[in-house]
């Protein structure tokens, strides 16, 4: 769901502060008595925690690819598979079809 092995988590103080973040708003939470969002909030700094500092693989936060860039809309498409591309009106559209003269 979430990829916490991206480059933007490889220094130490983001881990340390978004762990510290949600652990404190879940201290906060509890002590106005909301217990419910200070269980949800314990979790996400318990889940940030272990992934931060017991499984993270800082080598594997290198190694993220770039994500996929859009195609390039002036390259040429391939040709459509079963198209006859003998003829040039094939496949145009009917109303715009060569009338004789």
Known sequence: MFDLNAPVYRPLWVRIVLTAICLGWAVFEYRSGAVGFALLFAAMGLYAGWCFFITFDPDRAD???????????????????????????????????????
């Open 63 to 101: 190694r993220t690819p770039a994500p996929e860039t859009a195609p390039d809309p002036t390259a040429p498409r391939p040709p459509t598979p079963g198209a006859d591309h003998s003829d040039p009106a094939a496949g145009a559209d009917p109303k715009m079809e060569r009338r004789p003269k």
